[in-house]
Every structure is written in structure tokens, then in C-alpha cells.
């Protein structure tokens, strides 16, 4: 059972594709927001098109995670034997990506005004059983849309008395009219690990661009660039060490789940991250925050 406070001005709870959502119809922007795994699918200025990419053979179904918006990689991102010692140790369920954008969060609050909507859900696993392993830890995620950004915000707090590792990702995925001719700026003489050449690590040169499978951990943050066919979008992050860059090329499009063939060539991944080799760790009472902000130009 999920529970709420009351939703705000321009925000209501619905149930779209036979999911709880948090919907804001503001008259400067339109957003959605699921509760299963926080996960926010859409973001639209007035008159503008979705800011996300969402593949149109998204599933909704429980315990699935949606392909496409911002699924939250939370508490440890990729795969378990590929995290430090400090978080794979802790790790039960060998899956990828953590257990945050499968599970139901809860709607703390929303606040709204003729500017902003604000929204906040919250994640305890620490009253889950253990199936995911041991994780006293709490996540509190924060959405603040206005009419040219948006906002979000993750943060952990440790519950536990003894140090706690963990890594994560807002896994941001990003529509374009040809990824062919999209670049990413931001990364010039950045160190980067690169999965597809046996995690070997380079140094990059210029802008980041695309004539294949990708699949980069850059040991960096922002400010970063996007520069696809229909414009410029621009990211702005804090608390982050590694920025995750993926596209899956026409051979993994393939083999994806709920992902078409031909899609790669219509999105790409830029992913606000703390991913191998880079973790966070929290002592008793702390807290981390990595937020990312999106605008345009």
C-alpha cells in the first residue's frame, strides 16, 4: 500500500497505464512522475516536446522497470561483480542496476506555486526483508519542474552505526532526430573506462560522438552539452564523480527488452552517476546528494 500527503496545486495522483503516478498539469509544464522506482517519464515545457526519451514499447507492469524517462540505479548501479567490495559485499540479488526503480516509493509531498512544482518520494529498504541484501540506508528524491528546467535531486542518509558503501545513476535518457549527428561536449581530455574494450581506460578527445555501441564511464561530472539536430540541451550536475554515456548500436538494440530495433538511432543515455571506480560512503548520521538540472541551450 502506498501512502501520500495531498497533492498540491496542479498535481494530482492518477493511474496511467495501470500505474500510480503523480501528474502535474501546470500551465507552464507538463510532467509525470510513477511511483514505482520514482521514476519520472516525461518533462514538457509549454508548447515543447517531452525533454525525455521513452521507448514506445515501454512495459508498466509491477516489478518491471520502464525503458526510457530517468530510472533511478540506486543502491548500486550496473553489475554486482563490477561495484567495489564495499557495495557488491552487500549486494543479494544478482541483478543489475539495484532495486529502487522497481519498487513502490512513497509521495512525501508536493508543493506548488504560479512558478514551480516541487515533488518529494522517499525509499526506506531497511523494512524490506533482505531478499536485496542488507541496505540501511533511506532514499529521499525531489523534482522541481518550472517552465525552462528541471530539477532532481537524490539523496541517501545512512541508518546504520557502521560505514555504509553505495553507488547510483540517474539513468537520463535523452531523444534525438539522428544520433549520428548528436554530439556531447563537456569531456575533453576526461579519463574514461570504456566496458566495450575490456574496461580498459582512455582519454578523450573532443567532443563525445556516436558510430556504434557505446558503453563509457566518464570519472567526471558536468556541465555538459548535448547537441542533437533539434537543439542543445544542457546539464548541470552536483555531487557526482562519473558520467555514464550509452547507446546500445543496432546489434544490443536487438537483444533489449522493450527497446525496438532502430531506436538507438533516435536517443541516447548521459547518466549522472557515483559508478565504478567511484562509490560514496557514509558514516553513521550522513547524508549524500547528487542532483542533476536540466536545461536547454
Not at 498535481?11 to 511511483?35: C, D
Not at 533511478?72 to 548501479?77: A, L
Not at 558503453?215 to 542543445?232: E, F, L, N
Request: charged share 20%; glycine share 6%.
Amino acid at each position: 500500500m502506498t501512502s501520500h500527503t495531498s497533492c498540491a496545486l496542479f498535481t494530482s495522483l492518477t493511474v496511467a497505464n495501470g500505474q500510480e503516478a503523480v501528474e502535474i498539469q501546470h500551465p507552464q509544464f507538463f510532467a509525470r512522475i510513477y511511483l514505482q522506482g520514482a521514476h519520472l517519464t516525461h518533462f514538457a515545457p509549454a508548447e515543447s516536446d517531452n525533454w525525455l526519451w521513452l521507448s514506445p514499447t515501454a512495459r508498466y507492469e509491477a516489478g518491471v522497470a520502464i525503458r526510457g524517462g530517468i530510472p533511478v540505479c540506486w543502491p548500486w548501479f550496473g553489475d554486482p561483480a563490477r561495484n567495489p567490495p564495499a557495495v557488491a559485499e552487500r549486494i543479494a540479488r544478482q541483478t543489475a542496476h539495484g532495486f529502487a526503480r522497481t519498487l513502490p516509493w512513497t509521495l512525501e509531498r508536493t508543493e506548488s506555486s504560479s512558478q514551480h512544482v516541487e515533488v518529494t518520494l522517499s525509499l526506506e529498504p531497511n523494512t524490506l526483508d533482505h531478499a536485496f541484501g542488507d541496505w540501511p540506508v533511506r532514499a529521499d528524491i525531489t523534482f522541481r519542474f518550472t517552465a525552462d528546467s528541471c530539477r532532481i535531486s537524490l539523496t541517501t542518509r545512512s541508518l546504520s552505526q557502521q560505514p555504509v558503501a553505495f553507488t547510483e545513476a540517474l539513468h537520463t535518457y535523452f531523444p534525438t532526430k539522428d544520433v549520428a549527428e548528436t554530439t556531447v561536449r563537456g569531456f575533453d581530455a576526461t579519463r574514461y573506462t570504456d566496458t566495450l574494450r575490456q574496461w580498459q581506460t582512455f582519454d578523450q578527445s573532443g567532443a563525445i560522438r556516436f558510430d556504434g555501441e557505446t558503453d563509457r564511464i566518464y570519472h567526471a561530472g558536468g556541465p555538459i552539452h548535448i547537441d542533437s539536430p533539434q537543439g542543445t540541451t544542457r546539464l548541470e550536475t552536483q555531487g557526482s564523480d562519473s558520467t555514464v554515456v550509452w547507446n546500445p548500436g543496432p546489434e544490443k538494440a536487438a537483444r533489449l527488452s522493450d527497446f525496438p530495433d532502430t531506436a538507438w538511432k533516435s536517443m541516447l543515455c548521459v547518466e549522472t552517476a557515483n559508478a565504478t571506480p567511484h562509490c560514496i560512503r557514509l558514516m553513521e548520521g550522513q547524508s549524500h546528494t547528487t542532483s542533476l538540472l536540466l536545461s536547454k541551450g
